[in-house]
């Protein structure tokens, strides 16, 4: 059985960092891509950094930029969102998504190509 589980959210006050986590486990295809969506009260999911296995492509939400980094160890299929200079619109439950497969032209924006999803952290930054 395919596990994604995430841990490290909670509460800051504004300008301050967290750290998520995201491991993924269960499963035997040997490239993917794997990454952070967010839902907002009264918003829609939306991606906001993605990683390939490899690590040699990401992605990163406009308004995360300078911000936020993404980073992975592949080999323990475990991936890390450093989030800096927190504001209170990054306030969401935060979602780490797997793919089950990887191409240079999976869309890191599109979370239909990511079809195993962990439960969610909150993450809310007061201001």
């Known amino acids: 059985e395919v596990q994604v589980v995430e841990s490290g959210g909670g509460l800051v006050q504004a300008g301050g960092s967290l750290r998520l986590s995201c491991a993924a486990s269960g499963f035997r295809w040997d490239d993917y891509a794997i990454g952070w969506f967010r839902q907002a009260l009264g918003k829609e999911r939306e991606a906001v950094a993605c990683i390939s296995r490899s690590g040699s492509r990401t992605y990163y939400l406009d308004s995360v930029k300078g911000r936020f980094a993404i980073s992975n160890d592949g080999a323990k299929n475990t991936m890390w969102l450093q989030m800096d200079s927190l504001k209170p619109e990054d306030t969401a439950v935060y979602y780490c998504?797997?793919?089950?497969?990887?191409?240079?032209?999976?869309?890191?924006?599109?979370?239909?190509?990511?079809?195993?999803w962990g439960q969610g952290t909150q993450v809310t930054v007061s201001s």
């Open positions: 998504a797997l793919s089950d497969y990887y191409s240079p032209y999976l869309d890191f924006e599109n979370e239909h190509e990511f079809d195993y």
